[in-house]
């Protein structure tokens, strides 16, 4: 509960209209793409790094908890307000400060969709890569907040590459300003680096300064099918052995190209254990001659069949296949918990092969795809939740893939982060020396526990 003096005092802040407490109001911010849910006490919508500042001030002082949050599109839990508090709904500001071709960087409020922010890049002639299959529907913010990845990092790299420099609010309300628009800097610690991937636990990003690149001229597709899942990941390696970095090197397996087919009838064979969908980008002679050597190199090493895209609107017709699997999953089954475990790329074969005897095991379907290049697999855990005994079989399947990551010498997340489902697993996976640097940061930026709590790193250590 929210003291009505306090909520006075933020309503002072930001405006009457925002900051609501109507039980129909809080059901709306209580939730992200995963199944957990948590109340908040208050939704907060600050416009300004100020505002934010000052709604931190009195936060700070009252210890009420503070969830930072975009668009709710995590698939951790990590904006789940689970201790109740304030959820700070940072989606108002949206706006694209600058965009300066000549240093080629755009400086950006945390809240800004990221797909706007790729289309009026792209008006300027210019390139912002990471890309989230959920860039219509997640923030600037929450991209960095979670280091967001997407198909096209094995080329480009992730969000974290293409951050220069931030603005911060901390816990006590100081904003901090890190990095700027300098490409080289090597004035003390990398403190940008602190609140990629923070998941709204050491700050609340106001504003981003983003490196952009120029646009690549060309893209080309194809579409490689593998009756054996081996041979798939032979050839992902022989093509990056070859020397030809593909901007996205995706791979279904059979789970998944019998749940795409089901519901969007491509035509994709159903008796084949992969299927890659592989794009080059750059000069278009250049993307032309690498999609031609992949091809072959992928009939050289098992493909049945390889289909090369003749132009961009057919490669972007093969790449639906790949595009049509999160909607298609959610047709299956009324729930889905969606993984995001990364293996050396050598590893990819194994791991699949032993996450199918887990869906055996527990007795669930569970989808495999992912960016193989990058050795990211998404293992989609389908159930129905409101069976708990088929419930209770999702969470010892989800530990038991967990497991599968750590043993081939992986980690828990690529991209999604780690927030309130992965979090008692962060020690096994780090080990307990970088569990307790990072608890001595968050003790140091957050020492009385109210930034987004319980999230991150696992209960118990004093945080809150
Ligand atoms: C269909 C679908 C596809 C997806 N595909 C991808 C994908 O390809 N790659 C990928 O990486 N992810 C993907 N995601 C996951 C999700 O979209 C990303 O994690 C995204 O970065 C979250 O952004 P958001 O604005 O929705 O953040 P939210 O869900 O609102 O928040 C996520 C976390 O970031 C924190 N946070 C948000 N904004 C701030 C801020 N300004 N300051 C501090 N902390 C903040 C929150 O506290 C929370 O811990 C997908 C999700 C869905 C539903």
């Not at 979670?146 to 100081?174: F, I, M, Q, S, W």
């Not at 893939?401 to 997340?413: C, D, K, N, P, Y």
Request: proline share 6%; with cysteine; aromatic share 4%.
């Amino acid at each position: 509960m929210i003291e009505n003096s306090v909520l006075r005092e933020l309503r002072s802040i930001v405006g009457r209209e925002w900051v609501h407490t109507e039980p129909e109001d809080l059901l709306c911010y209580g939730f992200d793409a995963t199944f957990r849910e948590s109340l908040p006490d208050a939704v907060v919508s600050p416009a300004t790094t100020e505002e934010v500042s000052r709604i931190m001030q009195v936060a700070y002082r009252e210890e009420i908890p503070v969830v930072p949050r975009g668009l709710g599109s995590g698939l951790a839990g990590g904006s789940i307000p689970i201790h109740g508090g304030i959820v700070l709904n940072l989606t108002r500001m949206n706006r694209i400060l600058e965009i300066d071709r000549a240093n080629m960087v755009a400086v950006v409020q945390a809240g800004v969709v990221t797909a706007d922010l790729q289309a009026e890049v792209a008006r300027h002639g210019l390139y912002y890569p990471p890309d989230p299959s959920s860039q219509r529907h997640s923030s600037i913010g929450g991209n960095i907040a979670c280091n967001a990845g997407g198909p096209h990092c094995l080329k480009y790299g992730v969000t974290a590459d293409y951050v220069l420099g931030l603005e911060v609010v901390l816990a006590d309300g100081r904003i901090l300003r890190t990095g700027g628009k300098t490409i080289k800097r090597a004035v003390g610690y990398r403190l940008s680096d602190l609140f990629i991937g923070s998941e709204g636990t050491l700050g609340v990003i106001t504003e981003a300064i983003l490196r952009l690149i120029p646009p690549p001229k060309a893209t080309c597709t194809a579409m490689a099918v593998f009756p054996r899942l081996n041979d798939a990941g032979v050839a992902v390696t022989r093509i990056l052995e070859a020397g030809i970095i593909p901007v996205a090197l995706e791979i279904m397996d059979d789970t998944t190209i019998a749940t795409v087919e089901a519901h969007k009838k491509m035509g994709l064979p159903l008796d084949v254990e992969a299927i890659l969908v592989i794009e080059t980008d750059g000069e278009p002679e250049q993307a032309r001659r690498e999609i031609e050597q992949i091809a072959e190199i992928c009939r050289q090493n098992g493909a049945r069949e390889v289909r090369v895209a003749a132009d961009e609107k057919e490669g972007a017709a093969l790449m639906a296949a790949r595009k049509s699997v999160s909607p298609s999953l959610a047709r299956r089954r009324p729930n889905k918990l969606g993984e995001d475990i990364t293996v050396p790329r050598s590893a990819i074969p194994e791991a699949v092969a032993r996450i199918k005897e887990v869906s055996r095991r527990y007795n669930l379907p569970i989808p495999i795809f992912g960016h193989i290049g990058d050795g990211n697999l998404h293992p989609n855990i389908l159930f129905d939740r409101r069976d708990a005994e088929e419930f209770a079989r999702v969470e010892q399947a989800a530990e038991a893939i967990f497991r599968v990551a750590m043993e081939l010498g992986g980690v828990l997340s690529g991209e999604h982060g780690v927030g309130l489902l992965k979090r008692d697993f962060i020690e096994e996976n780090l080990g307990p020396v970088a569990l307790e640097v990072m608890r001595a940061i968050k003790r140091t930026l957050d020492p009385k526990g109210i930034l987004n709590p319980g999230k991150v790193l696992p209960e118990g250590g004093g945080e809150r």
